[in-house]
């Protein structure tokens, strides 16, 4: 093992210790795999601005990874998730390696990303995931998802307006947000509860980052 191999895969296997996360030794070996694959397609397809791979390990695998306890605490509204403006696989590949039962749809309307999904995709040997090339308003999913999950809005009026065809009737939205996005609750606050607003604790990594559980009103 190199120098640097050792390094990441002790950012990645104490970052995790210290979430409370535990890792299989097969979950590590994927993880890492995705990582350098993700670094090495950066180079030519840009999919973050993030040069370092050990930031990548911290500020990728570890702030996907933060999501795990509340994917093990709500294990039957979770069995079925999508993955909106997902990139370069974010947050969706680390949680379907970490999740092999759970069904991953990966969605983003960029081709040069979908592409690399699906190069991840047979390489690890996801069998729990789907790639969807298409814009979010032209998905129309047979089945719709328990959960959208995504860290790509700018907004979360943006997120639920755009997805709230994909879920189902009682089906929620997970945004992952950085400082606790007080500005963005009110525009929605008449059709959109908020159920469950969650601090992550991101180890090896700086700045606030919450968890917001939210849920269309009946």
């Not at 535990?22 to 694959?37: D, G, K, V, W």
């Not at 997902?86 to 983003?108: C, N, R, S, V």
């Not at 999913?141 to 189902?168: W, Y």
Request: aromatic content about 6%; some cysteine.
């Amino acid at each position: 093992m190199s120098e640097l191999e050792k390094d990441l895969r002790d950012i990645l296997v104490q970052g995790a210790n210290e979430m409370k996360v535990a890792l299989s030794e097969p979950q590590i070996s994927n993880l890492l795999a995705y990582i350098r694959e993700f670094d090495k397609w950066n180079k030519a397809y840009n999919l973050s601005a993030i040069r370092d791979i050990r930031q990548m390990v911290a500020r990728h695998l570890l702030d996907s990874l933060s999501v795990v306890p509340y994917f093990l605490e709500n294990k039957h509204s979770t069995e079925n998730v999508i993955d909106v403006g997902t990139g370069g696989g974010l947050p969706g590949i680390p949680l379907a390696i970490m999740f092999p039962e759970k069904k991953f749809t990966l969605l983003d309307s960029a081709g040069k990303k979908t592409r690399f999904l699906f190069h991840v995709k047979t390489l690890l040997k996801l069998e729990n995931v789907s790639v969807e090339n298409r814009r979010v308003e032209e998905f129309q999913p047979v089945k719709k998802f328990n959960t959208v999950i995504s860290r790509a809005f700018a907004s979360l009026q943006d997120m639920t307006e755009g997805c709230s065809h994909l879920l189902e009737t009682d089906g929620v939205f997970l945004a992952m947000k950085g400082i606790y996005p007080q500005d963005e609750l009110a525009p929605i606050a008449d059709k959109i509860e908020l159920l469950e607003s969650i601090k992550l604790d991101v180890a090896a990594t700086d700045g606030e980052r919450h968890l917001l559980v939210l849920q269309t009103k009946q």
